[in-house]
């Protein structure tokens, strides 16, 4: 039967020969309800020969339930006892144990569709290395979620979408980053950016980019790591046949802390990736503006529901 690691037992990439064809890699914490489904449709998805649950911190009953459930199958394998050391660092953690010759990380508040693993695989095939292959992310209603798949992302592209200018202001359409309103492509396709909630990447091309960058505690890292792949000569591609069903605002976490992460994190991004001296400077400029942007949209939701 399997047993929960725990993490001082864990080295970057311990394990150094894949056994498996696909792993699956769920970073939790403080999930709710949903990560049972999720977990559920893993494990009923024949093409996923490993999963691994990097639990960050859950309720005292959700951490014996999830020790129950890597107990009932020999593909699950439960890492837990670190603490909430942040998604990058759980991802890469995750990846270290995973056994797969290709990895899919997966949201736990996400739920497959049949196929959805074996399509991003398949897809990874024959591209520019290295390769990030996103799924179409779905709301509930089966409509396309949000950032499924974006254009290039910056400092102002980025301000002007959290306060929906560009898609509210005809003359700023041009610097609206979301795709989802675009006609859906009938193949896999190259985009700048695809969504962190499901995608997959070979083991070989995630330990050529070095992983996710440890750097980022929540938010960002799936953009940094789809920059990087790009940078380095590979390919972005965005499957609109590999669906997954993505709840979102799942989370017991307050939203004000959610939000803050990702500004910090877009903050960081910007400034890591400019490279002279004019877009360093208005990366700092614009960083704190980023951050307030962003953890004021909780609120404003908030206001709006009550209006």
């Not at 959610?258 to 001296?277: H, I, P, Q, S, T």
């Amino acid at each position: 039967m399997n047993k929960v690691v725990p993490l001082r037992n864990l080295i970057a990439y311990e394990v150094e020969e894949a056994s498996a064809s696909i792993s699956v890699i769920m970073v939790v914490y403080m999930t709710g309800p949903a990560l049972f489904t999720a977990i559920a449709r893993v494990l009923a998805d024949p093409d996923v020969d490993d999963f691994v649950i990097v639990d960050n911190g859950s309720t005292d009953p959700d951490q014996a339930r999830l020790f129950a459930i890597s107990q009932t199958d020999d593909r699950i394998r439960l890492l837990s006892g670190h603490g909430n050391i942040g998604f990058a660092r759980g991802a890469n953690l995750g990846a270290s144990a995973a056994r797969g010759r290709f990895l899919v990380f997966l949201n736990p508040d996400a739920f497959l569709e049949a196929g959805c693993v074996r399509r991003l695989k398949d897809a990874s095939k024959g591209q520019p290395s290295p390769c990030v292959v996103g799924a179409r992310v779905l709301n509930e209603d089966r409509s396309e979620q949000r950032g499924a798949r974006r254009n290039e992302i910056t400092p102002v592209t980025t301000l002007l979408s959290f306060t929906r200018l560009a898609e509210r202001v005809g003359k700023l359409n041009t610097f609206e980053i979301h795709l989802e309103g675009q006609p859906l492509p009938d193949h896999p396709t190259a985009v700048p950016v695809i969504s962190g909630a499901c995608f997959g990447v070979s083991r070989s091309d995630f330990r050529k980019l070095k992983g996710f960058d440890g750097g980022y505690f929540l938010h960002v890292e799936d953009v940094d790591l789809c920059w990087r792949a790009r940078r380095d000569g590979g390919s972005v591609v965005f499957h609109p046949q590999a669906e997954v069903v993505h709840l979102g605002h799942t989370s017991l976490v307050e939203p004000f802390f959610v939000e803050f992460f990702k500004g910090r994190g877009l903050a960081r991004y910007f400034v890591k990736r400019a490279d002279n001296l004019p877009r360093k400077l208005l990366a700092y400029v614009l960083g704190p503006l980023i951050v307030m942007a962003s953890v004021s949209r909780p609120l404003m939701r908030k206001v709006r529901g009550q209006g």
